[in-house]
């Protein structure tokens, strides 16, 4: 399991993040599991109590995707199929549509195998794409690995703000029949991004910074600042579910 830490967050009255003791484990087991990095959405509510925000992580979902040693690909292909299902799930079962989970994506993670929680370039273009390309209020980012480390940003693109490090516990408890279930997920769904090629791997280095933002530079790392909006940006509204 992931273990808390002394974390950096500084900001006042920023929200807190809750872990369902099922998310937790859920995610704990595909990253024990698969022996390359891979990437995962959550759902995640951000609520309003009376004393604090808090986001609540609540279940795990596993998209088709390709991944390396040191990489997995985030793309339009896995995470339409992923919310095309969730939808015909929940229209199934009668879910009223301001439920339907796929409408709480919100929560993107991704296992660094071994290596430390600190983001990379890709990692931050990834994360960007929920604003530019999917038009997302916000994310919760999640970067974990092997030694039980997990670090969590929140990238709240309507106020302009990155908080990084952001506070969280695990909340409740879940039943421990989820290895079995996520073997049989990752066997259908995680594949080797170069499997049956020759492909030779040319390490990329992603300088601090570097990612390309259409918006012009900003750099959203730095700990409960504001960015001002260029003219003519406009505010995210509702997300867009992406579909076939």
């Known amino acids: 399991m992931f273990n808390p830490h002394k974390f950096e ?8 993040v809750k872990v369902s003791f099922r998310a937790a484990t859920d995610m704990w ?32 979902y596993l998209f088709k ?10 793309t339009s292909e896995g995470l339409s199929m992923l919310g095309t299902q969730l939808i015909a799930e929940d229209m199934a079962a009668g879910v009223d549509p301001t439920l ?4 709480n994506l919100r929560g993107y993670f991704h296992s660094h195998v071994h290596m430390d929680v600190m983001p990379s370039g890709q990692d931050e273009q990834q994360t960007m794409d929920f604003r530019d390309k999917y038009e997302y209020p916000w994310v919760l980012r999640g970067i974990v690995n092997k030694k039980h480390k997990m670090k ?22 879940t039943g421990s ?21 020759s492909k030779v ?10 990612f390309s933002d259409p918006h012009g530079p900003r750099d959203y790392r730095r700990l409960g600042e504001f960015a001002p909006r260029q003219n003519g940006e406009r505010y995210f509204g509702q997300p867009t579910l992406v579909t076939p």
């Open 201 to 210: 791997v040319t390490p990329v280095s992603y300088p601090m910074g570097s």
């Open 100 to 103: 339907w989970r796929a409408n």
């Open 9 to 16: 967050t500084t900001v006042h009255g920023c929200p807190s």
């Open 152 to 173: 969590l940003d929140l990238y709240w693109f309507e106020r302009d703000m990155i908080i990084n490090d952001i506070d969280w516990e695990i909340d409740y408890t």
């Open 65 to 74: 995707q390709q991944v390396h040693a040191t990489t997995t690909e985030l």
């Open 29 to 60: 087991i595909l990253t024990d599991l698969v022996s390359t990095e891979v990437g995962w959405l959550t759902t995640a509510r951000m609520v309003k109590e009376p004393n604090e925000t808090v986001i609540y992580v609540d279940d795990v």
């Open 177 to 197: 029949e989820r290895k079995a279930h996520w073997t049989t997920e990752i066997g259908s769904l995680v594949e080797s991004l170069y499997a049956n090629t």
